[in-house]
């Protein structure tokens, strides 16, 4: 039983965590795009990012992926 309410918690708190994009390389020619998962509540302790994208819509389908998994893996 106190699995199951584990689990409703970390489901109730999905809307916690969001991604956010960041440029990289302002000063370059190559402006290149990343993403970062990061929680409403309080800050995480670590920094979940990836790579660098070519572009925006890149690197947010690529964030909202490792979201995904992420939230998956909290369960």
């Given at each position: 039983m106190q699995q199951r309410r584990a689990k409703s918690s970390a489901a109730a708190n999905d809307?916690?965590?969001?991604?956010i994009l960041k440029r990289?390389?302002?000063?370059?020619?190559?402006?290149?795009w990343t993403w970062e998962i990061r929680?409403?509540?309080?800050?995480l302790g670590?920094?979940?990012?990836?790579?660098?994208?070519?572009?925006?819509?890149?690197?947010?389908?690529?964030?909202?992926?490792?979201?995904s998994e992420f939230l998956h893996n909290l369960r």
């Open positions: 809307d916690d965590y969001f991604v990289c390389g302002q000063r370059s020619r190559q402006n290149r929680r409403r509540s309080k800050p670590v920094t979940l990012d990836g790579d660098e994208y070519i572009t925006p819509q890149d690197a947010r389908l690529a964030g909202e992926k490792a979201l």
